[in-house]
C-alpha cells in the first residue's frame, strides 16, 4: 500500500508559525484553517525565532506535553484503583503496562505530534481537570479544573463539548469558571494586537469555517458521526456529489438530534467524574464536524481506566471478560486498523469513532459507576454538619 507522505510538522509550519508571523509584521494570518487570537498569542514567542529553531521548540514541547499528560494518566489510573485490596499493587500494573502501550503506539497521539497539531495539549488540559477534580483531599478545585477547561477551548474551539463535562458532575461553578476564561482568553490578544486586528482575525476565521462547510463533509478522515455514516453509504451505491451532499443534508440534523438527546440522557442524573468524562468524549463527535482522528488524543487514557476498572471485577466473570475484550478491540481500531487498514493516517471506516465508543462500552459495562467523590468541598462541610 503506498502511503501520501506528510511534512514533518505541517500544521505548524504551514499554519501556525507563518501565521503569527504574518500578524506581528501586520498582516493577516495565512489561508487555510486559520488560526484564533489566542492561539496566535500563544505562537507570538514562536514568530520571533527563526522557523528552524521555533519548529524544533514546538515539537520538544509537544513531547514534554506527551510525558506530563502520561504522568497525570498513571496518577489518575491508579488512584481509580481500589488499594484496599490484597493484590492492588499486582493489579495496578496492568493498566499502566497498557496506558504505556497504548501511548506509544496510538496513532491519534502520533499524528498530533507528526502534524505538529493541539491534541496533546488539549489532552492535557482535559486530564489536568480530571485529576484536580477526582482529589481526595477534600480540597474544592472547581477554579482550577474550570480554568484547565477554559484554556483547552480556546485554544482549540472544536472541545467547547467539554463544558458538558460540568454540567454532568453539577459543578457549575467550575461552568462559569470555564466559561469566563474563554472569554478572557480571546480578549487578552486585544493587548498585544489591538481590538481591530482581533476582531477581523475572528471575522476571518468564522468567513473561513464556513467556507470550508463542504470540504469539512467530505473530508476522508472526518469522525463526525454524519460524515462516517455518509461514507458508509457512499460506498454502498457510489460517490456521486450530488448524492453525497444529499446525504450529507440529511445525516447532519439527524447527528446533532441523536447528540441532544444523548445529552438531555446524561444530564438525567449525577455523574461520576469518570463517567462523565467518558460521555463527554462520545456525545462530540455527533456535533462537532472537524472531528478528526487527532481530537481523539484522550483515548489511550480511556483505554488504561477502562482495563483498571475492569479488573476490579472476578477473574471470571463475565463483565470482566467482556470489557476485556472491548478495549482490546478499541486498541485495535484506533492503533492498528487505523494505520494498516486505511492510508496513512486517513480514517475511512469511521475506525477511531467506533474505538472510542467502544471503550465507552467497556467502561460502563466493566462496573458500576464509582461513588461521587467530586463532591464539592460545601457539600461535605454539610455532610459533616448534619452528621
Not at 504574518?22 to 493577516?28: F, H, K, P, T, Y
Not at 477554559?150 to 461553578?173: D, N, Y
Not at 470550508?212 to 454502498?236: E, K, M, P, Y
Not at 450529507?248 to 468524562?277: E, K, N, Q
Request: charged fraction near 15%; include cysteine; hydrophobic fraction near 55%.
Amino acid at each position: 500500500m503506498t502511503v501520501d507522505p506528510v511534512d514533518f510538522l505541517h500544521d505548524f509550519v504551514h499554519i501556525y508559525w507563518p501565521s503569527a508571523r504574518s500578524v506581528r509584521l501586520g498582516g493577516d494570518p495565512v489561508a487555510g484553517y486559520y488560526a484564533g487570537p489566542f492561539l496566535l498569542l500563544e505562537l507570538w514567542p514562536f514568530a520571533l525565532l527563526p522557523l528552524a529553531i521555533a519548529k524544533w521548540l514546538w515539537f520538544a514541547g509537544s513531547i514534554f506535553e506527551v510525558f506530563v499528560g502520561t504522568k497525570i494518566a498513571e496518577s489518575i489510573v491508579l488512584r481509580d484503583m481500589d488499594r484496599r485490596a490484597p493484590d492492588a499493587s499486582r493489579r495496578a500494573n496492568l493498566p499502566i503496562v497498557a496506558l504505556a502501550i497504548s501511548m506509544l503506539s496510538s496513532v491519534v497521539v502520533l499524528d498530533s505530534l507528526v502534524m505538529g497539531q493541539l491534541g496533546v495539549l488539549a489532552a492535557l488540559g482535559v486530564l489536568a481537570a480530571i485529576w484536580v477534580l477526582s482529589s481526595r483531599d477534600g480540597a474544592n478545585h472547581d477554579l482550577e479544573a474550570g480554568i484547565a477547561i477554559g484554556l483547552t477551548i480556546a485554544l482549540k474551539p472544536t472541545w467547547v463539548p467539554w463544558l458538558l463535562f460540568f454540567v454532568l458532575i453539577r459543578r457549575f461553578r467550575a461552568l462559569w469558571i470555564a466559561i469566563a476564561t474563554i472569554f478572557a482568553a480571546n480578549l487578552l490578544p486585544i493587548l498585544v494586537y489591538g481590538p481591530d486586528d482581533v476582531f477581523h482575525i475572528a471575522k476571518l476565521c468564522f468567513d473561513r469555517v464556513d467556507a470550508l462547510r463542504a470540504t469539512i463533509g467530505n473530508a476522508h478522515d472526518s469522525q463526525h458521526f454524519a460524515h462516517v455514516l455518509q461514507r458508509w453509504f457512499s460506498h454502498v451505491d457510489g460517490s456521486n456529489p450530488n448524492h453525497v451532499a444529499r446525504r450529507l443534508a440529511m445525516f447532519v440534523p439527524m447527528s446533532f438530534t441523536i447528540g441532544v438527546l444523548a445529552t438531555v440522557a446524561a444530564c438525567a442524573r449525577r455523574r461520576g467524574i469518570l463517567d462523565a468524562a467518558m460521555i463527554v468524549a462520545c456525545i462530540a463527535p455527533l456535533f462537532i464536524a472537524t472531528s478528526w482522528p487527532l481530537d481523539f488524543t484522550l483515548l489511550p487514557f480511556f483505554q488504561a481506566i477502562t482495563i483498571a476498572q475492569a479488573l476490579r471485577q472476578n477473574a471470571s466473570s463475565p463483565r470482566r471478560i467482556f470489557a476485556l475484550a472491548c478495549v482490546a478491540a478499541s486498541i485495535t481500531l484506533s492503533n492498528v486498523v487505523l494505520r494498516f487498514a486505511t492510508n496513512g493516517a486517513s480514517d475511512l471506516g469511521g475506525s477511531t469513532l467506533i474505538a472510542q465508543w467502544t471503550v465507552a462500552l467497556a467502561w460502563f459495562a466493566s462496573g458500576d459507576s464509582l461513588p461521587a467523590e467530586h463532591l464539592d468541598s460545601v457539600d461535605r462541610q454539610d455532610g459533616l454538619r448534619r452528621g
